[in-house]
């Protein structure tokens, strides 16, 4: 798995070590080790990880588990930090793929990961009267082309940048 999400050298490890006590958190002590790249020696991967390799580790994690375990429902927040390009395509088929089988929530700011979605939802924060609202609106389809543009473009959407999202809304249903 993580040689699909761009972290083709990455050894990952779960080493398993008896504690001198037992007590409600149990015997054993479970660490997660890494070593992201070659050359490198295993580390605990809480310590020694970057958002995007913690993300990405993550999810590998879900994918393998996803048939696995019990839990209906997986929340992903900016599970896209410090991915792009083709890794950020391959999140994004990876969620979808996972959510065939579970409810996937993922909060993302990359065009390649929202247009992998089944629904798409808006999240934006406004102030008024001193205070801070949140608001969250389901997006038709051409809301949802609008909000791709606006990830690729930012507020100079423009005919080409339409054109661009309405592609790789096309692109990622044809590869999922």
């Not at 660490?31 to 580790?57: C, Q, T, W, Y």
């Not at 994690?61 to 890794?87: H, P, Q, R, Y």
């Not at 065009?111 to 808006?122: E, L, R, S």
């Amino acid at each position: 798995q993580l040689k699909d999400l761009e972290m083709k050298n990455a050894r990952f490890k779960i080493q398993v070590s008896k504690k001198d006590t037992f007590n409600s958190k149990g015997c054993n002590v479970v660490e997660f080790l890494i070593a992201p790249n070659a050359g490198e020696d295993m580390k605990p991967l809480a310590k020694i990880a970057s958002g995007g390799e913690m993300s990405r580790v993550m999810l590998a994690l879900k994918t393998v588990t996803a048939n696995a375990d019990c839990i209906d429902t997986f929340i992903f927040d900016e599970i896209d930090t410090g991915i792009s390009g083709i890794a950020a395509q391959i999140v994004g088929e990876k969620l979808s793929n996972i959510g065939k089988k579970k409810q996937i929530i993922c909060i993302t700011h990359l065009p390649q990961i929202a247009a992998t979605a089944d629904t798409h939802y808006c999240i934006e924060k406004s102030t008024s009267n001193e205070r801070t609202f949140t608001t969250i609106r389901r997006l038709d389809n051409n809301q949802r082309k609008d909000e791709i543009a606006r990830l690729i473009a930012g507020s100079n959407i423009t005919e080409k940048t339409m054109e661009h999202a309405t592609e790789i809304i096309e692109l990622a249903k044809r590869s999922l």
